[in-house]
């Protein structure tokens, strides 16, 4: 007998709109996932306060956790915290550092995860992957989806414009992520989910051609539900392939190579995603990809986070040792470093033409 189906890992629950927030505690009753209100709610020490003190009457069986920052330690030491104390559920209130100790911390002491995003910065707020600072840099930790996300538009309206301009960048570098693991499927037989690819696609798609900008709540739920879908194809796929190409190789080699100068996550990656589409071939959707983005205020040259065309060539250059494994446009052209300052040339010449 064939599987005819499959069950794919995701929330039971999805709550995106304008004061979401005010019947968290509803919903967590309503939903069976909390019935005595007995939670572990993880926040962020300075900015989540006020959050807190809004959110105490309505949730009087929760116990507080102030968390200081994204660390492995904090996760760890959240976890140790919590245990023992006949949660119903762990809620991670916040940014994603705090949504990823959240994570990571309910994964250890096997208790579900509720996370409340409070703003749309990138894909992680309901991926299956906890990104969590150590010793050795920055590390990625398997833990389970959450079981509900709660996105309240008017709390991520009050979040700095640049946050949603980073998951803009996120959602957007989908469609080169995509592209980079068809050509891995092609070039190398690499193995593709064609489900968790057309549910990334779609949700770049979705975000590159919606009409509206960060100021419309029409805009804002497309790019929560894209993060959202995003994250799930991220478990239908079982790593991060669907949402992590050779943008996010780039990604990784501004952090390591200029730690204090780098940008945020979704402006590296949609530079890198539309210089990424330049390399392959696909000029026409780098251009209309760096035409979106720069609506939306993201950089699509170097210069505009601050760096010089060097630099970008030198993160370029060392892109494919971030990732060892990964098979994107980069390790396929394995371009020497003039080919790619000639290639950055020739795409810096279609973008400012
Ligand atoms: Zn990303």
New binding site residues.
Partial sequence: MPVLTRLIPSPVVVDIRRGALDDLAGLLADQRISASGKLAVAISDGSGRALRERLTPALPGAHWYPVTDGTLDSAVKLADDIKGNRYDAVVGLGGGKIVDVAKYAAARVGLPMVAVATNLA???LCSPVATLDNDNGRGSYGVPTPIAVVIDLDIVRQAPARFVRSGIG?AV?NISCVADWELAHEVNGEEIDGLAAAMARQAGEAVLRHPGGIGDDAFLKVLAEGLVLTGISMSVAGDSRP??GAC?EI?HAFDLLYPKRAAS??EQ?GLGACFAMHLRGAREESLHMAATLRRHGLPVVPEEIGFTADEFVQAVDYAPQTRPGRFTILEHLNLSTDQIRDAYADYAKAIHS
Wanted: glycine residues 16%.
């Fill in positions: 990138h894909d992680g996120d570098s949402a992590s996010h990604n996550h979704g990656v």
